[in-house]
C-alpha cells in the first residue's frame, strides 16, 4: 500500500470521526429542544435523595445521548442555586452510568450493517426539517443517520487499512507489554488527553472500537483508553464552571474527582476486573485462533460491557459517600470572601454554560431574575435617602444609587449581548417568543434603575434647599414609595414563580393605587401652592417624586406584561 493510499484512508478515518462527532451534536441538541423545559422540571423535581438523583442523571443523559450536557445543565442549576451541591453530585453518578448507552448505540453501528437504513433517515430527516412542526425529529434522525454513516465508513476504513496484516502497527502496539500497569496507566493518559481536546468521548469510543476491532490494539490497552475518556469527559463540564460561582465548581470538581477515584480503584482489579466482564460477554483475551470476523462482532460489545459495569460498579460503591466527596470538593474550593457585592458580575449567565437554546434562555430568565432584585435594593436607597438626615451619609448613599445605575445599564447589555446569540440558533417559535419578552423585560428594568437615580437627584437637590418637605408631603412620598416597593415585590414574585402560580391582577390593583394617588396627590399640590402653603419650587421638586413613581410603576407593569406574555 503506497503513502497516498494510506493519506486517503487517514483523511476518510478524520472525515468519519468528524461526521460521528457532529452527528453526536446534532441529534443530542435535537433530543434537548424536543424535551425542552421538561428536562428542567425532571431535573429540579427528582432529586430529593441520591437513588432519585442518581436515577434522574441516568435517564436525562439517555435521553439527550450526552453526559457533557448533562453535567453541564447540573453545573450551571448548582449555579442558579437550584440544585443543592449533593444533589448535583448524584445526578452527575447517574450522568455517568446513562453515557454508557452511547457505547452500545455504536457497537450495534459496528456489528450490524445499516447503510440501507441510513439513507432513507436522510431523506425522511430533510423531510421533517422543512417541516414547521417536526423539525426537531428532523434534526434527530439526520444526527443519527450521521452517527451511524460515520461508523459505516470508519468500519469500511478499518478494513482498508487492513492493519491486522500491516507488520508496522502489529509490532508498534505489540511492543507495549500489556500485563505492566504502566502500560495501562500510559494508554489511560493518552485516552484522557485525546478526549481533553476533541471534547468527544464519543469519538475516542470509535476509535477505540476500531483499533481493537482490528486486532492490532489488545483489549487491555483499548479498555485503559476507555477509563481515559471517563476522565477526559470531564473537562467539558469544569470549563464551563470556570466563570461560574464557588457552588458550580465544586459540582464540576466532584465529578472529576468521582471519576478519577472509579480510575484509582479499578487499577487495583484491573485484570481481574476486565477478565470478568470478558467472561461474561463469551471473549477469552488469551485465545488467539479467533477470527477477524468475530473479533470485529465480540470486541465492541466487550468495550460497551466493560464500560457500563465499571459506571455502573462505581456508582454503586460510592453513592453511600457523597457527604464525604462533598466535603472534600468544599476543603479544595473554600468559599473566597471578597466583600464586593455591589460590583457588576452576571451571576448566571457565563460563556458557554448552556449550549442548548431551551436551556440558555432559562440561564437568562434566572440572570433577569436577579436583575430585578438587584433594582428592588437600588429602590430601597432612595426610600433610605430621603429618611437620611446627615448630609454625608446622604452623599454615599446618592453615590452608591449612581453605581448602581451604571451596573444596571451595563446588566441589560450583557444580558441583551447573551440573548442575541441565543437567537442565533436554530429555535421554536416558543423560544423566540420568550426571548423577545425577555428583550423587553430587561429594558424595562434599565429603565426602573434610571427612574430610581431621577428620584435620587431630585430627593438631593431638595435636600440643598433652604425650605424642606413638610411632615404631610413626606407622609405622601412615603406612601407613594410603600405602593412602589409593593409593585416592585409583586415584579420579582413573577420572576420566582410560574406563571400558572402568580395572579397578575395583584399587579394591575398595585399600579391602579398609584395612579389614583398620582391624580390625588397631584390635584391636592395645585390648591396647597394656590393657598401658599409652601413654595412653587417645593412643590415641584414634590410632585417631581410622585409622578417619577407612577413612571417607575408603568415600567414595572411593563415587565409584568412581558414575563407574563401579556399584551400590552
Known sequence: MTTADYLIIFSKILGALALLIYGMKVMSEALQKMAGSQLRHILGAMTTNRLTGMLTGTFITCAVQSSSATTVMTVSFVNAGLLTLAQAISVIMGANIGTTLTAWIMSLGYNVDLTMAVFP????????????????????????????????????????????????????????????????????????????????????????????????LPIYLGIALVMGENIGTTATANLAALGANTQARRAA??????????????????????DMVCSVVGYNPADTTISVAQRAAILPIVLAAFHTAFNV????????????????????????????????????IQVGIMKTPELSVFEAQKEISSFGERIQRMFGMVQDLLHEQNHETAAKIVERIKKYEVISDSMEIEIAKYLDQVSNAHLSDDTKMKIRNMLREISEIESIGDSCYNLARTISQGRNTKEQFTPELRENILQMFKLTNDALTQMNYTFQHNREKVDVNKSFEIENEINNLRERLRDQNIDNVNEHKY?????????????????????????VQARMNLRR
Not at 502489529?170 to 489511560?188: A, C, G, P
Not at 456508582?315 to 460590583?343: H, M, N, S, W
Not at 414634590?542 to 407593569?557: R, S, W
Request: contains cysteine.
Open 121 to 216: 433517515a436522510f431523506f425522511v430527516g430533510i423531510i421533517l426539517i422543512y417541516s414547521k412542526r417536526y423539525r426537531y425529529i428532523g434534526d434527530f434522525l439526520f444526527g443519527i443517520a450521521f452517527l451511524f454513516f460515520a461508523l459505516v465508513l470508519l468500519s469500511g476504513a478499518g478494513t482498508d487499512l487492513d492493519l491486522q496484516h500491516n507488520p508496522d502497527a502489529i509490532n508498534f502496539f505489540s511492543s507495549f507489554d500489556i500485563n505492566s500497569r504502566w502500560t495501562i496507566f500510559l494508554f489511560l493518559f493518552i485516552g484522557t488527553i485525546i478526549t481533553c481536546l476533541v471534547q468527544s468521548s464519543a469519538a475516542v469510543m470509535a476509535i477505540t472500537i476500531l483499533l481493537c476491532s482490528t486486532g492490532v
Open 535 to 559: 413654595s412653587y419650587d417645593l412643590g415641584t421638586a414634590y410632585i417631581d417624586i410622585i409622578q417619577e413613581c407612577e413612571k417607575l410603576g408603568d415600567y414595572v407593569i411593563n415587565v
Open 253 to 274: 470538581l466532584a465529578h472529576l474527582f468521582f471519576n478519577v477515584i472509579g480510575v484509582v480503584w479499578i487499577m487495583c482489579l484491573f485484570y481481574p476486573f476486565v
Open 313 to 348: 460498579t462505581n456508582t454503586a460503591l460510592l453513592i453511600g459517600f457523597i457527604p464525604q466527596l462533598e466535603r472534600l470538593v468544599c476543603f479544595v474550593l473554600p468559599v473566597k470572601e471578597t466583600g464586593e457585592e455591589e460590583d457588576f458580575r452576571l451571576r448566571f
